[in-house]
C-alpha cells in the first residue's frame, strides 16, 4: 500500500489545484500586495504638509543613517592594512 493508493481511492480528476483555487489565490495575492504598498507608504517617514519641515521620526532617521555611515567608514578606515 503506497501512497498512490490513498489518492486512487477518491475520485478521479479532482485536482487539488484547480481555476477556482488559481482565481481566489490571485486575488487574494493582489488584495494583500495593495494592502501592503498603502500600509508601507503610510510607514514611511514624510514632510508634514502643513509646516513644510520634516516630521521628528524623519529626522531621527536621518540622523540615525549618518552616525551609522560615519562609524561605518571610521572603522573601515582603522582596519585598513595600506595606510
Do not use: Q
Amino acid at each position: 500500500m503506497g501512497p498512490l493508493f490513498f489518492f486512487s481511492c477518491y475520485g478521479h480528476g479532482v485536482s487539488v489545484f484547480n481555476r477556482k483555487n488559481a482565481v481566489v489565490g490571485y486575488l487574494a495575492l493582489a488584495l494583500g500586495k495593495r494592502v501592503a504598498k498603502e500600509k508601507a507608504k503610510a510607514a514611511v517617514p514624510s514632510i508634514d504638509r502643513e509646516s513644510k519641515k520634516p516630521n521628528k521620526s524623519a529626522i531621527a532617521l536621518g540622523v540615525a543613517t549618518a552616525v551609522g555611515a560615519a562609524t561605518f567608514w571610521r572603522k573601515r578606515r582603522e582596519d585598513d592594512p595600506g595606510e
